[in-house]
C-alpha cells in the first residue's frame, strides 16, 4: 500500500541555522505533496505544497525540493527562529477525481535561541 | 470566514459503543476528508467525501463509515468501539478539481475508548 517515510524523527538546531526534513513515497502516482506544520495541541496548518511538474517551490525562509524519479521530496527551513519549534509533517497525495493523502510520522523540530 | 468547525472537542465513550463526529467545512469547500491522528503519529486517512459519496477510503474497517449531506458538511460514525480507537479525529476540508488541493483542518475531536 501507500506508505510516506519521513527522517528525522527529531530534530534540534540553534537559532539562525538551516534545518532540512526529508521523505521519500512509495506511490509513483503521487502528484501533489504538501507540508504542515502542527503546533502542541493545535491542527496542522499547510506551509508549502508543491505538484509533481515542479521541481523546487520557494515562500521566504521555506523551500521544498521533489525528486520524482527517486521517490524523494525535501524541506528546507532557513534561519531558523524559536517559533519554528513545532512538528512538521510531509505527505504525498494521489488520485483522479477522489484523493488520497498519507502523511508521514512526523519531524519534531527544536530551534534553540 | 469560519474555518473548519468539528463537534464534539472532547468525547469519552465506552468499549462497544457506537460514536458519531461532526464537521462543517471551510466556506466555499465541497470536499471533506478525515484522518485519525494517534498521540505522536501522522494522521492516518480514513476516506474522503464529495458530492455525498465517499470517493476514496484508507485502510481502515468497516466500522468506520461516514455520511456528507447537502450543505457538504460531514459526520464519522464508528460502530464497536476498541480501545485503540482512541485518538484525535481531524478533518479537513477542500475545494474539488482536478488536481489535489490546499486542505484546511479543523481542530479535531479528541476521543477516549475506556
Known amino acids: 500500500g501507500e506508505n510516506v517515510e519521513q527522517h528525522p524523527s527529531t530534530l534540534s538546531v540553534q537559532e539562525g541555522d538551516s534545518a532540512v526534513i526529508k521523505c521519500t513515497y512509495s506511490?509513483?502516482?503521487?502528484?501533489?505533496f504538501p507540508w504542515y506544520k502542527q503546533e502542541l495541541g493545535k491542527r496542522p496548518q499547510l506551509i508549502i505544497d508543491?505538484?509533481?511538474?515542479?521541481g523546487e517551490k520557494k515562500d521566504q525562509r521555506i523551500a521544498v525540493t521533489l525528486n520524482k524519479t527517486a521517490k524523494h521530496f525535501s524541506l528546507h527551513i532557513t534561519e531558523t527562529q524559536p517559533e519554528d519549534s513545532a512538528v512538521y509533517f510531509c505527505?504525498?497525495?494521489?488520485?483522479?477525481?477522489?484523493?488520497?493523502?498519507?502523511f508521514g510520522a512526523g519531524t519534531r523540530l527544536f530551534v534553540k535561541a | 470566514d469560519a474555518g473548519v468547525t468539528q463537534s464534539p472537542t472532547h468525547l469519552i465513550k465506552t468499549r462497544g459503543q457506537q460514536v458519531t463526529l461532526r464537521c462543517s467545512p471551510k466556506?466555499?469547500?465541497?470536499?471533506v476528508s478525515w484522518y485519525q491522528q494517534a498521540l505522536g503519529q501522522g494522521p492516518q486517512f480514513i476516506f474522503q467525501?464529495?458530492?455525498?459519496?465517499?470517493?476514496q477510503r484508507g485502510n481502515f474497517p468497516d466500522r468506520f463509515s461516514g455520511h456528507q449531506f447537502p450543505n457538504y458538511s460531514s459526520e464519522l460514525n464508528v460502530n464497536a468501539l476498541l480501545l485503540g480507537d482512541s485518538a484525535l479525529y481531524l478533518c479537513?476540508?477542500?475545494?474539488?478539481?482536478?488536481?489535489?488541493?490546499?486542505?484546511?483542518f479543523g481542530q479535531g475531536t479528541r476521543l477516549t475508548v475506556v
Open positions: 508543491i505538484r509533481s511538474n515542479v
Open positions: 467525501y464529495y458530492e455525498e459519496e465517499e470517493r
Open positions: 506511490d509513483s502516482a503521487s502528484n501533489y
Open positions: 466556506s466555499g469547500h465541497d470536499t
Open positions: 479537513a476540508s477542500s475545494l474539488a478539481g482536478l488536481w489535489n488541493t490546499e486542505a484546511f
Open positions: 505527505a504525498a497525495g494521489v488520485g483522479t477525481g477522489g484523493f488520497k493523502t498519507i
